[in-house]
């Protein structure tokens, strides 16, 4: 659409008309962009910056008289309700005025009146930078807005230019010695919160704490200037790493580690990721990478970049080519923000890599805060799993922090293509002593967080089986040489008839009653859950099992190298021995679901009373 500009000359005065086809803009710069006020600081501030940065680039090839440090100075006048951004930048004489301020403005304004038609957006304040409007966000807080520029060009006239925030405005001249641009801001009522030195500093601190200019509030410096993330990596010390953090996350402790991003080719992208202290609560930390555009704050997350998993981390990331004036859902499908976030996961498992290669001790001093993290992450996202899983470890019962190929390795002649992990070290404390004793590793795991981990690693490799402890008994810990049994008369073996005994006497169909050589004499007897139910325990933390049997599904191993057991057999050859024989079944029984877990009430009770009878019979034995 054409755009048509009146301009009559009177005088030194020109006014001028803008006519723009769409509405009227400022009612809805208002009105859209509500919530966001605060925002005309960002804009001015780096309108201010841009002016100064040109200026530094013209004076490097022409000679400039009267240049001046770069400098931004907000100046607050409470009594007049101004705030004034004076700039040492390169100034704008009428034309650029006219050019700049009101034609391009309003061309971009009416994109942009278009595009909030279009989408009614949640990142408004994202927009308006990035359709040249961003001076126009002044109107938000102020009813008249003022210029009073000096151009840096030889022999330029100092111009006055003021608007109401109507679509009229004027042009006059000015008696501004200096080079630079004074925004004059004549704050409406509404808005008075701003004519307030605090807010105007915390303002700077937000928005601008790290453009490398210095920006005073009422002559004296608010921000930072120079972020960390711009400086070359091998530069930057550990020291400086970490008391930037300070100054981001100023509550926090020293982070664990952090990566320094700094990428411009193929796309440009600076920041430093930090992993914080405490990461075990998965979501707690959301929303800590902050995002800039060109140092400028833009968000307190930079969600739309960051894989999901990754947001957990805190930092910093500058990306100067984002497109913003697009919504998130959209961005995350960007094939360039796709591009920027799988730069990120490697950068992520590159530096996992190296600290688990290189600093072999630190990495395992901080594993525990990482791992739930790591895990997590390696779930959600598969180029992040394949870099980093054979870096995980698991502490084992030999001593060892290992990761899996390790283990697999170190095992590869005892237990082949199976992971024994233990994901309850004082229940299963029996089960992993046994395995000791043979020399057999087990893995150390957290009931609740490995318990999907494992399952998502067998879904990913399935030539690697986890097995719980207490769910399978591994052939290392049978002897080999009592497996072969001879068959009598009643094509019964040995074992066999041991195993009917034991049903007799717990007259019970649901135990399974599985007779094994086991290599550890002292353990009469052990239960063994499936796997599977095992698992479903794990992950159904606090359900209970109300009747539906489904946690029944176990099996009593009875050990027929113990020499009770032995004696059990000899025993039952004789009727009068019965109830002696059922009382030390049931014993072995409870004994074995006691090195699991603790007996019911009623349990215990049998318990006890089966022991003292027991020991009765021992001191009667002894006394006859
Ligand atoms: P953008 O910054 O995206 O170009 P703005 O609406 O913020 O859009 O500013 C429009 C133009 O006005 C700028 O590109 C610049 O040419 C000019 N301008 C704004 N503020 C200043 C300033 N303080 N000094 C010099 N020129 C300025
Ligand atoms: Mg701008």
């Not at 408004?124 to 109107?139: A, V």
């Not at 002559?219 to 970490?242: C, F, R």
């Not at 229940?427 to 494992?454: P, S």
């Not at 409870?590 to 009770?605: I, R, Y």
Request: glycine share 4%.
């Amino acid at each position: 659409m054409p755009k048509e500009q009146t301009t009559k000359k009177t005088n030194d005065i020109k006014k001028g008309e803008i006519s723009i086809h769409t509405e009227n803009i400022f009612p809805i710069i208002k009105k859209w962009l509500y919530s966001d006020h605060e925002i005309f600081l960002r804009e001015l501030a780096s309108n201010a910056f841009d002016a100064t940065t040109k200026l530094q680039k013209l004076a490097a090839l022409e000679d400039i008289k009267d240049l001046k440090e770069p400098n931004i100075n907000i100046i607050i006048d409470e009594k007049k309700k101004t705030i004034t951004f004076a700039d040492t930048g390169l100034g704008m004489d009428a034309e650029e005025v006219e050019k700049y301020i009101t034609q391009i403005a309003f061309s971009g304004a009416e994109e942009f009146v278009q595009k909030i038609k279009e989408n009614d957006s949640k990142d408004k304040s994202e927009i308006i930078g990035h359709f040249g409007l961003g001076f126009y966000s002044s109107f938000m807080v102020a009813d008249l807005v003022e210029i009073n520029s000096k151009s840096y060009k030889k022999d330029a006239e100092a111009i006055f230019w003021s608007c109401t925030g109507s679509t009229d405005y004027t042009i006059k001249k000015s008696d501004k010695k200096e080079i630079g641009t004074d925004i004059i801001l004549h704050i409406n009522d509404e808005n008075k919160e701003y004519l307030n030195e605090t807010k105007i500093k915390d303002l700077v601190k937000k928005y601008t704490n790290f453009l490398p200019i210095n920006i005073q509030v009422n002559g004296v410096t608010a921000n930072e200037k120079n972020p960390l993330w711009i400086k070359t990596p091998k530069d930057v010390k550990e020291e400086d790493y970490k008391e930037f953090y300070q100054k981001l996350f100023p509550y926090n402790g020293d982070p664990l580690f952090w990566i320094h991003l700094n990428v411009d080719y193929p796309f440009n992208l600076q920041g430093i990721l930090y992993f914080p202290k405490v990461m075990h609560e998965l979501d707690s930390n959301k929303g800590q990478v902050k995002l800039f555009c060109k140092q400028v704050f833009v968000s307190d997350n930079a969600n739309a970049i960051i894989p999901e998993f990754l947001t957990l981390l805190q930092g910093a990331i500058d990306c100067p080519d984002i497109p913003l004036n697009v919504s998130r859902s959209y961005l995350q499908n960007d094939p360039y923000v796709q591009k920027i976030s799988k730069h990120i996961i490697k950068k992520v498992a590159d530096k996992l890599n190296d600290l688990a290669k290189k600093d072999k001790n630190h990495f395992e001093s901080i594993w525990n805060d990482i791992s739930p993290f790591i895990k997590y992450g390696m779930m959600q996202n598969d180029d992040f799993y394949t870099k980093v899983k054979d870096i995980i470890i698991f502490e084992s019962s030999l001593g060892y922090k290992t990761s899996i190929p390790e283990y697999l390795e170190r095992n590869k002649e005892k237990i082949k293509d199976k992971v024994i992990y233990c994901s309850d070290k004082d229940g299963q404390a029996t089960y992993v002593n046994m395995c000791k004793d043979q020399d057999v590793e087990v893995l150390f795991t957290h009931a609740l967080i490995d318990t999907h981990f494992l399952q998502f690693l067998e879904s990913k490799d399935s030539t690697t089986k986890y097995c719980s402890v207490d769910s399978e008994l591994s052939d290392l810990l049978v002897d080999e040489n009592k497996k072969t049994e001879v068959v009598d008369q009643d094509n019964k073996t040995n074992n066999d008839k041991l195993a009917d005994i034991f049903k007799k006497a717990l007259n019970n169909d649901k135990i399974k009653v599985d007779i094994k050589a086991l290599k550890s004499t002292t353990i009469s007897g052990m239960i063994l859950e499936s796997e599977h139910v095992k698992r479903m325990k794990n992950m159904s933390h606090f359900m209970q099992d109300k009747g539906t049997g489904i946690f029944d599904d176990f099996t009593l191993v009875v050990n027929n190298n113990n020499e009770l057991v032995k004696d059990l057999m000899a025993l039952n050859t004789s009727s009068e021995k019965e109830p002696l024989v059922t009382k030390l079944c049931h014993h072995i029984y409870d004994l074995a679901k006691m090195s699991k877990q603790p007996l019911t009430g009623e349990e215990t009770q049998s318990f006890i009373n089966r022991s003292n009878e027991l020991m009765k019979e021992l001191t009667t034995a002894k006394t006859k």
